[in-house]
T-cell receptor
Framework: ETGVTQTPRHLVMGMTNKKSLKCEQH?????MYWYKQSAKKPLELMFV???????ENNSVPSRFSPECPNSSHLFLHLHTLQPEDSALYLC?????????????FGPGTRLTVL | AQSVSQHNHHVILSEAASLELGCNYS??????LFWYVQYPGQHLQLLLK??????LVKGIKGFEAEFIKSKFSFNLRKPSVQWSDTAEYFC??????????????FGAGTTVTVRA
């Protein structure tokens, strides 16, 4: 248990659905991240929040919309997804954005888009 | 920007065999280096990290890694694996002082299967 939880753990949705992924960290960290993990590909950084402010949007399509209401919670709102968006979505947190801060990962949400 | 290359896609070995996983990165400046492990059905967790100092880093569960700056490498080793080491292993790097130095760049991962 790393102190980063994600819900749901599994999600199946159609292309016209709207759903949200939730991440919560219990570590007192100030930075939170969304990654996409596809099979046999490097983890792709999607979004970064530091002290609730978005500091990175790594050319992610607008059908993915992040929200960070406070330093402990991070959401990823999903709308009109494509089958190629099926992947494991990982949330991570770190003390801050500083270079010496290791990132702690949640268990991920396995997303399947039909 | 930095990139990370992991040479082995899938490694299969028997218990008590020695393991070495290759990792090379491309970045000309100072780096922080990490190895993460993902056991089946579990979250990514840190095995070990290198920030500075002794280039031979010891991590959890008997793993170690050696940073060779001249070779841009950070290979992971374990002298004698156990069945419980079956997992996917990821090398990651971030460039110190780079404008994107908070970003971790990951390799594609190496799946390790240990046969009993």
């Amino acid at each position: 248990e790393t102190g980063v939880t994600q819900t749901p753990r599994h999600l199946v949705m159609g292309m016209t659905n709207k759903k949200s992924l939730k991440c919560e960290q219990h570590l007192g960290h100030n930075a939170m991240y969304w990654y996409k993990q596809s099979a046999k590909k490097p983890l792709e950084l999607m979004f970064v929040y530091n002290f609730k402010e978005q500091t990175e949007n790594n050319s992610v399509p607008s059908r993915f919309s992040p929200e960070c209401p406070n330093s402990s919670h991070l959401f990823l709102h999903l709308h009109t997804l494509q089958p190629e968006d099926s992947a494991l979505y990982l949330c991570a947190s770190s003390q801050d954005e500083g270079t010496l801060r290791e990132q702690f990962f949640g268990p991920g949400t396995r997303l399947t888009v039909l | 920007a930095q990139s990370v290359s992991q040479h082995n896609h899938h490694v299969i070995l028997s218990e008590a065999a020695s393991l070495e996983l290759g990792c090379n990165y491309s970045y000309g400046g100072t780096v922080n280096l990490f190895w993460y492990v993902q056991y089946p059905g579990q979250h990514l967790q840190l095995l070990l990290k290198y920030f500075s100092g002794d280039p031979l880093v010891k991590g959890i569960k008997g793993f170690e890694a050696e940073f060779i700056k001249s070779k841009f490498s950070f290979n992971l080793r374990k002298p004698s694996v156990q069945w419980s080491d079956t997992a996917e292993y990821f090398c990651a790097v971030n460039g110190v002082g780079d404008s994107n130095d908070y970003k971790l760049s990951f390799g594609a991962g190496t799946t390790v299967t240990v046969r009993a």
